[in-house]
């Protein structure tokens, strides 16, 4: 018998009695990296997962914290005799090792996508029946990350399918950060805290401010559909399981102010920072977005607590998000075209963050105001906020006690 073929053999006997876990000490802060499907879907190479690669380097994003480069749909080709998945031959002649290899030589990790259906969302090969021989070629591969879907599975069982596979990847051996998307349909914030790092939690994004694209069978919101769509779900987030908004459209809105807001409220969201742009040609507006390092500590709080509304009026919401040693974010979103201007009493507002049982007390604590867009101070608290906030656009404060 064959290498492969024994080897799979003795994996699948072991199947029924295989427990697992899934890997700790992963995605202790939401992970950051870069995915291929929103900019470019099925037109994916090796020639273009090095190009990112070394454009997130060159562009200073990796220093940012972007680590993991995550191929989506379309990477595969058929399974071989033994079964074992198998790279496009044309598309990545060199196969998933050597390309893993070159990521890791830039100081980057390597993500991969499947689908927990017969096929993925793309009609490739899917897991389903193959899910602890997948495992092991990852593992040989050398990935990092597995985005996971929900297409083509009929009546399965989504908690079942999503701990097969949890652990599937358990049993290989190798740490791979799991990225559940069955996009929310199952509430997989009920159960899937000890099974993945991240799940979805909508739809699949789309790059426009406040719609919903309608594709007959599925739907896709856009960026202000889904912030609205968190809503009650801030208490299942924590280190080592995130609410996933889906992959940021960074770069790809219609403004720059759309994309700071975009940027801005992801990280008070504490959400995985995945960007979907083409970075090998973005702008310096958008790469000075993605490399903001004051808003990414903002998400990359060791707290891991996700931000809430304080107020919502006029299309004007203010945020806050808790953070380590005392500090706040606070954002003011503008969801209206025109600008708008906020007054903010900080003396008569009584923020709280009920859920963690954490208070600012802006009537007792004065606190340093950090324009982290400007990358400036903005004077105290002492005072009274009065400011013009641009339309579709948000300003974004870090509040340190004095």
Not at 166 to 180: D, K, T, W
Not at 195 to 212: A, E, P, V
Not at 316 to 328: Q, R, S, T, V, Y
Not at 353 to 368: E, I, S, V
Request: hydrophobic share 40%.
């Amino acid at each position: 018998m064959r290498k492969p073929a024994l080897l799979y053999l003795i994996v699948f006997l072991l199947i029924p009695t295989a427990h697992g876990q899934k890997f700790d000490d992963l995605a202790e802060t939401p992970p950051m990296g870069w995915n291929s499907w929103n900019t470019f879907a099925c037109d994916i190479d090796e020639a273009l997962i090095r190009e990112t690669a070394d454009a997130i380097v060159a562009s200073g994003m990796r220093d940012a914290g972007y680590v993991y480069v995550n191929i989506d749909d379309c990477w595969h080709g058929e399974r071989d005799e033994d079964g074992f998945i198998q790279p496009h031959p044309e598309r990545f002649p060199s196969g998933m090792k050597a390309l893993a290899d070159y990521v890791h030589s830039k100081g980057l990790k390597l993500g991969i996508y499947s689908d927990a259906g017969s096929k993925t969302c793309a009609g490739r090969p899917g897991s389903q029946g193959h899910e602890y021989q997948d495992a092991l070629q990852y593992a040989r591969w050398g990935i990092d990350y597995l985005k996971y879907d929900w297409c083509n599975t009929g009546t399965r069982n989504a908690p079942e399918a999503y701990t097969t596979m949890r652990n599937a990847l358990y049993a290989a051996g190798r740490p791979i950060v799991f990225s559940i998307c069955e996009w929310g349909d199952n509430q997989p914030w009920t159960w899937a805290k000890d099974i993945g790092h991240l799940w979805r939690t909508t739809g699949d994004i789309i790059n426009c401010w406040d719609c919903i694209i309608d594709h007959g069978s599925w739907k896709s919101p856009g960026v202000m559909q889904i912030l609205d769509k968190q809503d009650g779900l801030r208490q299942h987030a924590g280190p080592g399981h995130w609410n996933d908004p889906d992959m940021m459209e960074v770069g790809d809105m219609d403004t720059v102010g759309e994309n700071r807001a975009h940027f801005a409220m992801w990280a008070m969201l504490a959400a995985p920072l995945i960007a979907g742009n083409d970075v090998r040609s973005m702008t310096d507006a958008t790469r000075e977005i993605l490399t903001n390092r004051e808003v990414i500590a903002v998400d990359q709080d060791t707290l891991g607590i996700q931000g809430f509304p304080h107020k919502k009026e006029n299309d004007i919401e203010i945020w806050f998000k808790p953070l380590a040693g005392d500090d706040w974010a606070m954002a003011i979103l503008n969801r209206n075209a025109e600008a708008r201007t906020v007054a903010f009493d900080w003396a008569e507002e009584h923020v709280e963050d009920a859920l963690k049982n954490r208070r600012p007390h802006f009537d007792q604590n004065t606190f340093q105001i950090r324009d982290l867009f400007a990358h400036a101070d903005k004077g105290k608290t002492a005072q009274p906020l009065k400011i013009s906030v641009p339309g579709h656009d948000v300003l974004m404060y870090r509040l340190s006690k004095q």
